[in-house]
């Protein structure tokens, strides 16, 4: 009894540690803002869109560009992430050669290095490249270093798909890239829902990564929009809650679209291989 007393406290709990922050944010967006710093856990009332109308009707369109620019970056990443990944990991799986071990061990490897360890070697590269401060560098750097996240993920799930089914494809007279595209691929929807939600979450929140590539001042994604909208000595919270509850909207939206294929995923890749 005990134990089945303990379970619903654990799960309020945690619940409520999860909660206090979304509450505080939720709260905020519709309050007003000379209320926000007396008041911040109050109830928003009465109500207001002020805030949010101002976010989206800056002058400099802050917003807007930041909006974009997150847009562009995240969908072109996840896209050429999951294409890239896909196709080595489908290599990986099939392939029995020894040193196919040793790529894996190496992209596993760097699961475990943190972006900020190479950023500087990365920005000296991207400087060479000419790339540096371009939406184009971002990206790249995206793809180099979630690519072995995605690998990880399609490897263990396509080892549970039946190489019986290539083989067929392949007596049929399909070649190499027919079979991974019009056979296996389509099998792989829930491992590319995990990808796809889980990179473009990471990619989407990330700071450091563009505020330091793009720079300040040259561009600017959602959450460094976030971060210039504070200025060095006032703040406008209103505008600042705005822009985060803003910015969670479209990848909230993108996660509850393959929420389903998302589970299946995890199960799936979690058991194979």
């Known amino acids: 009894m005990t134990r089945f007393s303990v379970r619903p406290a654990v799960a309020l709990l945690v619940g409520a540690v999860f909660f206090v922050p979304l509450y505080l944010v939720l709260a905020n967006v519709f309050k007003r803002g000379e209320l926000i710093a007396k008041e911040p856990a109050s109830l928003p009332l009465p109500p207001t869109l002020a805030n949010i109308h101002a976010v989206l009707t800056r002058p400099d369109g802050l917003f807007w560009v930041s909006l974009t620019n997150s847009i562009v970056v995240t969908v072109l990443s996840i896209l050429v992430l999951t294409v890239l990944s896909a196709m080595l990991g489908h290599y990986l799986a099939r392939s029995g050669k020894r040193w196919t071990k040793v790529l894996t061990l190496v992209l596993l490897a760097g699961l475990m290095i943190p972006p900020q360890v190479i950023l500087i070697p990365i920005t000296d590269v991207l400087r060479v490249t000419h790339l540096m401060a371009t939406l184009q560098g971002l990206i790249l750097f ?5 690519v072995p996240f995605g690998v990880f993920v399609f490897t263990g799930f396509i080892r549970g798909v039946p190489v019986e089914l290539e083989e067929a494809a392949l007596l049929d007279g399909a070649s190499r890239m027919q079979v991974f595209w019009r056979v296996v691929f389509p099998l792989l929807r829930p491992a590319t829902a995990s990808v796809l939600i889980f990179l473009g979450v990471w990619i989407w929140n990330d700071f450091i990564d563009p505020l330091i590539i793009l720079g300040p001042s040259q561009g600017t994604t ?3 929009g976030i971060y210039r909208s504070i200025g060095q000595y006032q ?3 209103g505008s600042v809650f705005a822009l985060m509850f803003l910015a969670t909207l479209p990848v909230l939206i993108f ?5 389903k294929q998302f589970v299946k995923g995890l199960t799936g890749g979690a058991t194979k291989g």
Not at 142 to 146: D, L, R
Not at 255 to 259: P, V
């Open 142 to 146: 995206n793809v180099g270093y979630y």
């Open 222 to 224: 959602i959450t460094t």
């Open 235 to 237: 703040a406008d919270l």
């Open 255 to 259: 996660y509850l679209a393959l929420q």
